[in-house]
């Protein structure tokens, strides 16, 4: 009769079970370099930093513009990573912030 520790020698033995023991490690990585990709707002370029501190901005989310979402404009919010203070910012994927 096999032991749990004579199956998991086994399934150690398969190349696939070994990949899925690494796929928290790789999750955790790809997680950290979306995070750091969308707190500059990419794509798309940096905004402006704070007008009240002149800190970077955390990009937050973005949605169609209110009033101009109908031609392709959208509103990014951001939040400053040191006092808090928050924002919107217009986009266009041609032009950027504008
Ligand atoms: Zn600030």
């Known amino acids: 009769m096999l032991s749990v520790s004579d199956i998991l020698r086994l399934l150690d033995k398969i190349p696939q079970w070994k990949a899925l023991g690494e796929l928290p490690g790789r999750m955790a990585a790809l997680e950290a370099r979306l995070a750091a990709l969308e707190s500059n707002g990419n794509p798309g370029g940096n905004p402006d930093p704070c007008p009240a501190c002149n800190a970077p ?42």
């Open 57 to 98: 901005l955390a990009f937050k989310g973005e949605r169609p513009d209110p009033v101009m979402g109908a031609v392709g404009i959208k509103e990014r919010s951001f939040a400053c990573t040191a006092c808090g203070y928050q924002t919107q910012r217009q986009w266009t994927a041609s032009d950027g912030y504008i």
